[in-house]
């Protein structure tokens, strides 16, 4: 039996980089502590979130643009070492001559980058700030073959289903989810965003059989409140680890590839798939 030990993270992350790298070096140091092999840090982790979700992006020069091959991306990597970490940042990148901002996310270790994402679906007023990334893929690490995706790509299933199909064993969403906008509640345990963060992070697993890793940031950020709520769920949809809505690290261990077998042993809902079925307006989906 080969197990990885895994964890998510949820924690408190600003617009002072270094003081993020503090906090990520010292996070990377409790995870290596307990012997995780990986680990998922939040959304923009590196350099902070939006101040808010409504139309005011001018009041907010955003998070510092990072390049994908840049010295901040290689610092990660160098605390990251033995260890396959994820990490939300801010990617500056320069397209037809024409600078451009995406929320991306950066898998790394010590021999560098792994995988990166640009998140695709952008709530509410998050277009005034980034660029939309236009695909979902999975990649091989040291640790398996991982997909990634950014907070609201979650709340749509065919980007789990993309990363499911192109052969994912673990899904990594990492999140700057806020509780509720309208009738906030003061104890974020009851709080309906929180709700339905859960609930989306224990469906993905269940309804693609495979390990969910869902990191969040913590506390508070401009007018955001974050539920904080990191996890890993096993691909039955139980939830192995959790920190409720303060921050903290969310670890389990579980031989993954066993974990698969014995959930898609009977009801193996990729295998079990009628896409010619799945049709709307005269269109298949894959």
């Known amino acids: ?6 964890a998510a993270v949820a924690a408190e992350f600003g617009r ?4 993020d790298f503090a906090i990520a070096e010292r996070l990377i140091k409790e995870a290596r502590e307990e012997g995780v092999r990986l680990l998922a840090l939040p959304e923009a982790c590196l350099g ?3 101040l808010s979700l409504d139309d005011d992006s001018a009041l907010d020069e955003g998070p510092p643009a990072l390049a994908l091959d840049g010295p901040e991306i290689a610092r990660l990597a160098a605390l990251a070492g033995e260890m396959t970490v994820v990490a939300g940042y801010c990617e500056a990148a320069s397209e037809q001559g024409v600078d451009t901002r995406y929320n991306s996310v950066v898998c790394v270790n010590g021999d560098g980058v792994l995988g990166n994402h640009r998140k695709v679906h952008q709530p509410l ?10 695909r979902f893929h999975a990649f091989d690490t040291p640790v398996g073959r991982i997909g990634m995706m950014i907070c609201y790509d979650k709340a749509f299933p065919e980007s789990a289903r993309a990363l499911a199909l192109d052969g994912a064993e673990i899904g990594v969403v990492v999140s700057a989810w806020p509780g509720a906008r309208t009738n906030a509640v003061t104890d974020l345990v009851n709080d309906r965003w929180k709700r339905r963060f859960d609930l989306f992070d224990r ?34 949809g139980e939830i192995l680890a959790d920190t409720g809505v303060e ?4 670890v389990a261990e579980l031989d993954v590839a066993q974990a698969l077998e014995t959930a898609r042993r009977s009801m193996g809902h990729l295998r079990d798939r009628r896409p010619e079925t799945y049709t709307y307006a005269g269109a298949v989906t894959a």
Do not use: C, H
């Not at 039996?1 to 895994?6: I, K, P, V």
């Not at 002072?16 to 003081?19: C, G, T, Y």
């Not at 005034?128 to 990334?133: E, N, R, V």
């Open 16 to 19: 002072d980089l270094e003081e």
């Open 1 to 6: 039996m080969t197990t990885l030990r895994m």
């Open 203 to 236: 469906a993905r697993a269940l309804e693609n059989q495979i390990v969910w890793i869902s990191a969040n940031q913590a506390g508070t950020f401009g007018s955001l409140r974050f539920v904080g709520s990191a996890k890993v769920v096993d691909p039955g």
């Open 247 to 250: 921050a903290g690290l969310a």
């Open 125 to 134: 007023s998050e277009d005034a700030s980034y660029a939309s990334g236009d």
């Open 48 to 50: 902070g979130y939006l």
